[in-house]
């Protein structure tokens, strides 16, 4: 079946820690999303990538990273700078072109602690 | 810049019931897209409806319906007849006009269904 699937459902950071969230598509999209989510406020957007080896901040970047090597992989990292990343963090694809119309569809999402 | 009101927060119905979302968005763009996500307590959204700025007809899909209004700049979505597995966030969203393929949502609105 195709599909997004994000790993691990459940992550736990230690201060000072660097944690990676993966994210893997076989729906032959080209752009890609990462959006964090907090009770009450919707999703917001970390970082989007339309093609792979590129990729672009979205609203809220700072304290995360992230890398598009392959088509189908685009991993978050959630860096030790980010100092509030408790939050259920939802990746998304969808097909490129003239993109406003095209329907992201979604994984199963992360959701981060910290200890 | 582009904005998704949902201005109900929750939403408490008994089962059969109808239940009708509001959303209303701003925008400066003459063409952009609307959707509606729905989130199920496993956490991955599903993706319901994608609505164009030039089609305002209504829309009806088994027990949901759809009424989009430019004038109001309202979109908003009517579950006929709930049932206890309609229970989740539903999210509407707006295609985002300074960059391709983003979007900007809404805050969501959690609907409880009970039997």
């Known amino acids: 079946d195709g599909g997004i699937t994000q790993s691990p459902k459940y992550l736990f950071r230690k201060e000072g820690q660097n944690v990676t969230l993966s994210c893997e598509q076989n729906l032959n999209h080209d752009a890609m999303y990462w959006y964090r989510q907090d009770p009450g406020q919707g999703l917001r957007l970390i970082y989007y990538s339309q093609i792979v080896n590129d990729f672009q901040k979205g609203d809220i970047a700072e304290g995360y990273s992230v890398s598009r090597e392959k088509k189908e992989s685009f991993p978050l990292t959630v860096t030790s700078a980010q100092k509030n990343p408790t939050a259920f963090y939802l990746c998304?694809?969808?097909?490129?072109?003239?993109?406003?119309?095209?329907?992201?569809?979604f994984g199963a999402g992360t959701r981060l602690s910290v200890l | 810049a582009q904005k998704v009101t949902q201005a109900q927060t929750e939403i408490s119905v008994v089962e059969k019931e109808d239940v009708t979302l509001d959303c209303v968005y701003e925008?400066?763009?003459?063409?952009?897209?609307l959707f509606w996500y729905k989130q199920p307590p496993s956490g991955e959204l599903v993706f319901l409806i994608r609505r164009n700025s030039f089609d305002e007809q209504n829309e009806i899909s088994g027990r949901y319906s759809w009424n989009f209004q430019k004038s109001t700049s309202s979109f908003n979505f009517t579950i006929t007849a709930s049932q206890v597995v309609d229970s989740a966030v539903y999210f509407c969203?707006?295609?985002?006009?300074?960059?391709?393929?983003?979007?900007?949502f809404g805050a969501g609105t959690q609907v409880v269904v009970t039997p």
């Open positions: 925008t400066r763009d003459t063409t952009y897209y």
């Open positions: 998304a694809s969808s097909t490129s072109g003239t993109g406003t119309k095209n329907i992201q569809y």
């Open positions: 969203a707006l295609t985002r006009t300074d960059s391709w393929g983003k979007l900007q």
